[in-house]
């Protein structure tokens, strides 16, 4: 519940045009935090041979913490071409893996693959990610429903409504993308407020 409502107060204050999430570390960051030095070191231990982060579903956020911390998911720190958490997301049918492992969430799945080729300078491949070309931004927007929000279960739209929904939000500000689309999905958030001024993860 707390993460929810962090996340929402990011998407309900700062409106759909700032994206607090990916308000990264700027590259050479002077001083850098001792705990964040010790996740890094972490995630190196952790980093398989081929890039990945355990598997698809788990990769993005390695990368988006690696861009946080002001370095670069792409470069030789990272394995270099085709060996970095990027590399490893490129060599994959994407859309194959959206419903597949750790995966149970296939919308919210896209909008972390959004992120993550956003935080990692790739804006420009949201159309055409990974081996099988996927087209990241128009896969999410297919689970958008009528009223505005987005849920994985088309016949039981409540689940998972609010939580996906903020997600779909967040990566369609990184996407810079159908801003029509965010505003009606905050608008349909704005709705789903509790009177303690919480959120719910389901509708």
Not at 48 to 60: C, L, N, V, Y
Not at 66 to 72: K, M
Not at 131 to 158: E, H, I
Request: with cysteine.
């Amino acid at each position: 519940m707390i993460a929810i409502r962090l996340r929402l107060a990011l998407i309900l204050t700062a409106g759909t045009t700032t994206v607090a999430a990916l308000s990264l570390a700027p590259p050479g960051l002077a001083a850098r935090s001792a705990v964040v030095t010790r996740g890094l070191d972490y995630l190196h231990a952790v980093q398989r041979s081929d890039g990945r982060f355990q598997d698809p579903a788990f990769t993005p956020w390695g990368v988006l913490a690696i861009a946080a911390s002001g370095e670069d998911p792409t470069g030789s720190a990272w394995g270099g071409a085709g060996k970095s958490p990027v590399g490893y997301l490129e060599s994959l049918n994407l859309e194959a893996h959206a419903t597949q492992g750790a995966t149970g969430n296939a919308p919210a799945y896209y909008a972390k693959m959004i992120l993550a080729y956003v935080a990692a300078g790739r804006r420009a491949s949201l159309k055409a990610a990974g081996r099988g070309r996927t087209d990241l931004v128009a896969k999410l927007l297919s689970f958008r429903r009528g009223d505005g929000r987005f849920s994985p279960a088309p016949t039981a739209p409540g689940i998972a409504a609010v939580n996906t929904t903020t997600w779909a939000v967040i990566a369609l500000c990184a996407a810079q993308a159908e801003s029509s689309v965010r505003a009606d999905a905050v608008a349909w958030l704005r709705g789903q407020q509790l009177p303690d001024g919480g959120f719910s993860s389901n509708a």
